[in-house]
């Protein structure tokens, strides 16, 4: 794929792209990475593991190193002390506003409660979004994301905004820990219960719903060594029979009434082993032994593998990815007990991850795009309430329409650009969303801004090694805000015709002049506007070019 014009989606080029060819477009694998580790590197690890990346992030990053970088990403635990309020008024629960609905009774038996649920998803999706944008140093909210793709629910179908709150925060809290302990605790969810039938399930007629998508989609997926059969099917949702949802404590039950106590036997696929019935409460323990016969199934671990990779890296795997990395992952993945942060330990410090090939090579999702350019510009939230939730619902509508509204994917399967060939990512990008993501970079820049918000260019800028050399200004930003270099004509064009207003390209004092001019009269308004046009063309016209929507 030719990065620099991807945003030409011709049918000839998209029919060229090919999930899965033979060959490789690189030959490096899982060992470990020996090379420089510099601004380049640690962006690129900054953006892959969080969403966007300051000039403080960076720095942190490089003085560190990767082995230290790594180890904090994936163990740094960012406590989340908030959660939804009511910002909507009347509550039949009692809810004041201001308060937090994520505890309250369910609704009278005698009332409607789909408007209460349609009152209080909006503010749960934006409260998400806050703490997306406040993350600390951590893939903690990645993973959030991406285990909310992997583990799909739509809020339309839950109808529980409170159910989907406490899904959420099950990844935040387990989305780096053991996933077969995961898996068991996705399959007990309120929220996935409701979700794919399970709480429907039961032994006058098996509900195969969720005992499909456990398989073809959460665990052992639809790889070419993946062979269960609709027998299999069958067989895990009478394992799956009674379990149930009781709204009033948001958890779930097992009704023994409700479970079919038969054995239940599994294909060749799962070398023919059976879940012995169970009578009464040991009937829920038929789960674990279903989970037992999947995982003993190689490719579970390499279904995730890949999933992981192609949200990490890159949506193409070939031979010699499959070889050596998806392979090596997998192995680690099954030695390791089915621990996740080991693999992805392994990935960030290799040498693949850091192969330039793999870098700046991911159109950047909806998410990736907003919230990131909100956070590397540190954009300003309003602090009462009413009106951060205003704001937050206003950029997570925005996000909607640029196809990924958070806690409302499109299917069971998740967001197309994660899985759908050919295309994969590049159905972030058509003819409508682009324009859609420049008109919001064009506005949030702007001095009029967004909705309230706007990005702060002096304060960026300030950030920044040499503020007041053009050269240096020039490079440090395009370090961090692109993930592909320019060429050196498009950096001088930069500098010589918007720093320096089409001055004598020699003249780089006229800059600095107007620059120490701005810091050394901090209330002059002449200074300053000097100084904030130039910058806001400058980052506009970063923000508009297509290298700025990869990753």
Known sequence: MDRRQFLTLSPQRQKAVKANITGGRTDSGVGAYTGTFD????????????????????????????????????TTITTVSTSPLNTYGDDITGIAPGATWVNSAPPPAATDDLDLDKMRRPTYQAWWL????????????????????????????????????????????NGLGNFKALVKAVTLDPAMLIYLNG?????EVADENYARELQELFTVGKGSGSHYTEEDVRAAARVLTGFRVDPVTMTSYFDTTQHEITNKEFSDFYLNKKVSGQTGPAGATELDSLLDIIFSANEVAK?????????????????????????PLADIFRNSGFEIAPVLRALFKSEHFYDPLNMSCLIKSPVDFTVGMCREFGVKFPTAYMDAYTAWDTMRDYMAKM???????????????????????ELWINTDTLPKRNRLSDSLVSAGGFEGLKIDVLAFADQLSAPSDPVALVKDSLDILYRIDVSDATRSWLKNTILLSGQNPDSDYYWTDAWNDYKSNPGNASYQQ??????????????????????
Not at 144 to 158: C, G, M, P, R, Y
Not at 414 to 424: H, L
């Open 39 to 74: 601004t380049g590197q640690a962006v690129h690890l900054l953006k892959r593991t969080m969403f966007g990346a300051t000039p403080a992030d960076v720095a942190w990053c490089k003085g560190l190193g990767m082995d230290q970088a790594v180890e904090a990403l994936l």
């Open 130 to 173: 806050s703490v997306m944008l406040s993350q600390g140093r951590s893939i903690q909210e990645k993973m959030v994301l991406f285990w909310n793709n992997h583990f799909s629910t739509e809020a339309d179908k839950v109808l529980d905004a409170r159910l989907l709150y406490r899904y959420n925060n099950m990844f935040r809290a």
């Open 199 to 203: 709480n429907l399930n039961g032994k």
């Open 303 to 327: 279904h995730i593998c890949r999933k992981l990779y192609r949200f990490f890296v890159y949506y193409l795997i070939d031979d010699a990815v499959e070889t050596n990395v998806i392979s």
């Open 403 to 425: 196809l990924q509204d958070i806690g409302q994917p499109p299917t069971v399967a998740g967001w197309d650009a994660y899985y759908q060939e050919p295309q994969f990512h």
């Open 530 to 551: 000097i100084i904030e046009s130039r910058l806001q063309t400058l980052y506009k016209y970063i923000m508009d070019l297509s290298e700025y929507q990869l990753a």
